[in-house]
């Protein structure tokens, strides 16, 4: 079992920042892949940035140049850099997760992220 916990959201004006962080922790060992969705009222839930199986990163076109994904290993962490927000980014924020031989997919509790002025 994986267990994910995000955090970060909140209300920020457009063209401001936030910094999502998901905290994974229990069978952390077996986990093979963490990457950050999105999901807008309305919509599918979305990739929005991800590590590729060689270590480098991809995302969605639509925040290409404005967000990065990150991570520190050593504190099982995952962190989603967010600039020049806008109001189309406004969304509920998942940390994701593939873990074990059976590749099971865990979310974490989704974080909102609300762009307004």
């Known amino acids: 079992q994986v267990q994910l916990v995000e955090s970060g959201g909140g209300l920020v004006q457009p063209g401001g920042s936030l910094r999502l962080s998901c905290a994974a922790s229990?069978?952390?060992?077996?986990?093979?892949?963490m990457d950050w969705y999105r999901q807008a009222p309305g919509k599918q839930r979305e990739l929005v940035a991800a590590?590729?199986?060689?270590?480098?990163?991809v995302y969605a076109d639509s925040v290409k140049g404005r967000f990065t994904i990150s991570r520190v290993n050593a504190k099982n962490t995952v962190y989603l850099q967010m600039n020049s927000l806008k109001p189309e980014d406004t969304a509920v924020y998942y940390c994701?997760?593939?873990?074990?031989?059976?590749?099971?997919?865990?979310w974490g509790q989704g974080t909102q992220v609300t762009v307004s002025s």
């Open positions: 994701h997760a593939i873990a074990g031989t059976a590749r099971i997919n865990y």
């Open positions: 229990g069978s952390i060992f077996s986990i093979k892949a």
């Open positions: 590590f590729t199986s060689g270590g480098s990163t």
